[in-house]
């Protein structure tokens, strides 16, 4: 046998198994890092729902309100009725 090609064979083997090393590390980054991205967007997800839940629960309490004020609502024919009621009062009182 050829002793050149006894000694190119482990050489090769070994820069193969660092190759391979090396591709292991860079897919396990990989996979840690999406692993990560999905843990943050779950607790991202999370949270907004909390805050929706909470804008949900202030909006219906803001149409509660709104629907008290409407009923408190004068229109422009009761407020001229007063406002003319008023006027007359002032020229009528004693001075």
């Known amino acids: 046998m050829n002793p050149q090609r006894q000694e190119a064979t482990?050489?090769?083997s070994?820069?193969?198994?660092?190759?391979q090393s090396v591709l292991l590390a860079v897919i396990t980054a990989a996979v840690l890092y999406s692993g990560s991205f999905v843990v943050?967007?779950?607790e991202n997800s999370v949270r907004l729902s909390e805050q929706l839940a909470s804008l949900t629960t202030e909006v219906a309490a803001m149409r509660a309100q709104i629907v008290v004020m409407q009923g408190n609502y004068v229109t422009r024919d009761d407020f001229r009725d007063?406002?003319?009621r008023l006027r007359h009062l002032e020229r009528?009182?004693?001075k």
């Open 92 to 94: 009528v009182a004693p």
């Open 40 to 42: 943050q967007a779950r």
């Open 82 to 84: 007063h406002e003319s």
């Open 14 to 19: 070994v820069i193969e198994q660092h190759a």
């Open 10 to 12: 482990p050489k090769r």
